[in-house]
T-cell receptor, first 110, second 113 residues
Framework: QKEVEQNSGPLSVPEGAIASLNCTYSDRGSQSFFWYRQYSGKSPELIMS????GDKEDGRFTAQLNKASQYVSLLIRDSQPSDSATYLC??????????FGKGTKLTVNP | KAGVTQTPRYLIKTRGQQVTLSCSPI?????VSWYQQTPGQGLQFLFEYFSETQRNKGNFPGRFSGRQFSNSRSEMNVSTLELGDSALYLCASSSGRGGNGQYFGPGTRLTVT
C-alpha cells in the first residue's frame, strides 16, 4: 500500500462549483497533514495545514481530517479557473519525513 | 521575507558528470529538505538537514549527497549522473521539524544527456 494515495484525476468542475479532493494515508501515527497547490511549470505552494480531526477553513478552502479513517480532504468552494492546478496531499508520519501523494489535477471550466 | 532561492535554475549535463545544486532557505528557517520530482514518480524525498545535520534520508543511491552550512544554506550533489537523474530538484525550508509546513523554492531543472 502506498503511503499517501490520491485520485490522479483529472477532476473537472464548472466555475462556481465545489471541488472535492481526497487523500488517504497508511501511517496511523501521522500527525501533520498538508495540501499544496502546484501550477504547471511551478513549484508546490503550501495552501493548507491541518493537525486535528475536523474541519479547518481558510477563505474558499476547507481541509477535513478524519484520523480514524486515515482520510484527509480539501474542498474548494466557488471554484475559479485560476484554481486549475495539481493539488498535492502531504503527510508527516512516524518517520518524520514529509511524504507526498502523486497529486490530483483539477481543471475548472469557465 | 524573501522566499527560498535555488541556483542554478537550469542545468544540462552529460552522463558520468557530477552536479552541485544550491539552496538558500527563508531567513530564520533552519530545516532544508530536498526532493526530486519526475512525471512518473511524483515528489520523492531525498534528504533533510537541520542545523548542519542530516536528520532524514530517502531511498536514493549514495550518488546523491548533501550538506548544510552554518548559515542554513544547503547544497546537493549528484555524482556519476545517469539519464534517469533528469528531473526537477526542489528545495524546501521550514522553521522547525517540518511540522509547520515546508516552503518550496522554484527548483532546478536538471537534464542529463
Amino acid at each position: 500500500q502506498k503511503e499517501v494515495e490520491q485520485n490522479s484525476g483529472p477532476l473537472s468542475v464548472p466555475e462556481g462549483a465545489i471541488a472535492s479532493l481526497n487523500c488517504t494515508y497508511s501511517d496511523r501515527g501521522s500527525q501533520s497533514f498538508f495540501w499544496y497547490r502546484q501550477y504547471s511549470g511551478k513549484s508546490p505552494e503550501l495552501i493548507m495545514s491541518i493537525y486535528s480531526n475536523g474541519d479547518k477553513e481558510d477563505g474558499r478552502f476547507t481541509a477535513q481530517l478524519n484520523k480514524a479513517s486515515q482520510y484527509v480532504s480539501l474542498l474548494i468552494r466557488d471554484s475559479q479557473p485560476s484554481d486549475s492546478a495539481t493539488y498535492l496531499c502531504a503527510v508527516i508520519g512516524g518517520s518524520e519525513k514529509l511524504v507526498f501523494g502523486k497529486g490530483t489535477k483539477l481543471t475548472v471550466n469557465p | 521575507k524573501a522566499g527560498v532561492t535555488q541556483t542554478p535554475r537550469y542545468l544540462i549535463k552529460t552522463r558520468g558528470q557530477q552536479v552541485t545544486l544550491s539552496c538558500s532557505p527563508i531567513s530564520g528557517h533552519r530545516s532544508v529538505s530536498w526532493y526530486q520530482q519526475t512525471p512518473g514518480q511524483g515528489l520523492q524525498f531525498l534528504f533533510e538537514y537541520f542545523s548542519e545535520t542530516q536528520r532524514n534520508k530517502g531511498n536514493f543511491p549514495g550518488r546523491f549527497s548533501g550538506r548544510q552550512f552554518s548559515n542554513s544554506r544547503s547544497e546537493m550533489n549528484v555524482s556519476t549522473l545517469e539519464l534517469g537523474d533528469s528531473a526537477l530538484y526542489l528545495c524546501a525550508s521550514s522553521s522547525g521539524r517540518g511540522g509547520n509546513g515546508q516552503y518550496f523554492g522554484p527548483g532546478t531543472r536538471l537534464t542529463v544527456t
